[in-house]
């Protein structure tokens, strides 16, 4: 996660060492024209999960010019509280950094907005809900001339996808600076390692492998709706059960891994076969599968294989691997970060064949990703992440949807597909529909692969 203990540690270690004038000093005056008088950046925050608490800490950790939180906004009130405390505890020693009182902590869904207009253009707002809302709300960033940080997965289906590379185009022509998160493509090592790579280093990429195994976390299984909330609200609070708001946990938990080795091979897969299955449900009902595996083919030939499995006591790996024609490379090692990516001579990748490998300790790419970020803003270079997420949230999306419907799916029937998971988002209150609802028993609709074949599952139950 973001925000574990030794990632802030750090981050305090470095607060407490820089100053805020040496901050003011480094800024160049010309990048705060566009967004007012104030010196600095100022940064709201949409969507106040532990995502959104993370990128919001390691925006403020930007050294290069004064960045501080100005507004929050959230459809559920105890999150923003959880968010907003633990952000003024680990910005302790820099208070300046956290300036959100309570009249500029927005809560429903039209929050967005009102967090959005507490900035000014060229400022930088973290768009860090379910993907489902990312739409309007990146359309209202685009109204207002604000730069964006937005996590991913950015869209679970075709329509949204296009919607969102549209909105792409529409950013470029404000020359509007949009992070996208996936961080691993900031990561230093990681880019000494595409480029030995991409120079020959260990051939022609032929293989690739990526493993993310470990047991339930977070929202990913859920029981009933117990009543507390609304459907529509347990569905948002629970969204990574839910393929409308999240892609389910294939696509939000896997998209990093499948990113990075499109990233090594320098292409995109035209197809993908998977297959998965239900096991040990209980009394889970939510709509993903336990286990998946993914083949992805690329247009030479080359495959990527990709499996993961949520279940408890089984192996854990979370690790991707390249495979060439000359050697093998390691991509992750262990999660995210650190990557210790190393290169071998042959496929074994033991002492004796290594080649390579990136010097230790590195970088955290969470942090560097939002350094890059500011950096564009500050010189004022082209920077737009989005097109490239929304290739790799269709390419994640077509392997779930392949597992989902026991069929082979290519790129671009994942990107002209015509079915909208969340057609209304823009429209969604409180007390209205859910895009899927349960049953008499309180099950929601599941993917039966072979049976429903050309949808990942009957879009309404009664």
Known sequence: MKNDTSHNTTRRGFLQAASAASLLAAAPRGVFAQAGTEAGIRVALVGCGGRGTGAAFDAMNVARVPMKLVAMADVFSDRMKTSHDTLTQFLAETPEKMDVPEDRKFIGF????????????????????????????????????????????LTADGPTSKKMLELAKQADEKNLKCGVGLMVRHCRGRQELHKRIADGEIGDLILMRGYRMHGPVVTCFSTRNPGERSELMWQIERFHSFIWSSGGLFSDFNIHQIDELCWMKNAWPVKAMGIGGRHYRGDYIDQNFDTYTVEYTFDDGAKLYFDTRIMLGCKND???????????????????????????????????????????????????????????????????????????????????????TGQEVTYDQMLNSKIELAPDVASFTADGPAPVLPNAEGRYPVPQPGIVRDAEYKMQST
């Open 318 to 404: 979370m690790s991707s691997i390249a495979q060439g024609s000359k050697g093998s490379a390691i991509v992750s090692n262990s999660g995210h970060s650190p990557g210790k990516v190393r290169t071998f001579s042959s496929q074994n990748q033991d002492r004796k064949s290594l080649i390579w490998k990136y010097p230790q300790p590195e970088a955290n790419p969470y942090q560097l990703e939002w350094d890059d970020l500011v950096d564009a803003i500050v010189d004022d270079t082209s920077y737009n992440e989005v097109p490239r997420g929304v290739t790799a949230s269709v390419v994640t999306s077509m392997g779930r949807m392949s597992a989902h």
């Open 110 to 153: 039209d929050a967005y907005r009102q967090a959005m207009d507490q900035l000014r253009p060229g400022d930088i707002v973290i768009l860090a809900t379910p993907l489902a809302f990312r739409v309007p709300h990146f359309q209202y960033a685009i109204d207002r001339g604000l730069n964006v940080f937005m996590e991913k997965p």
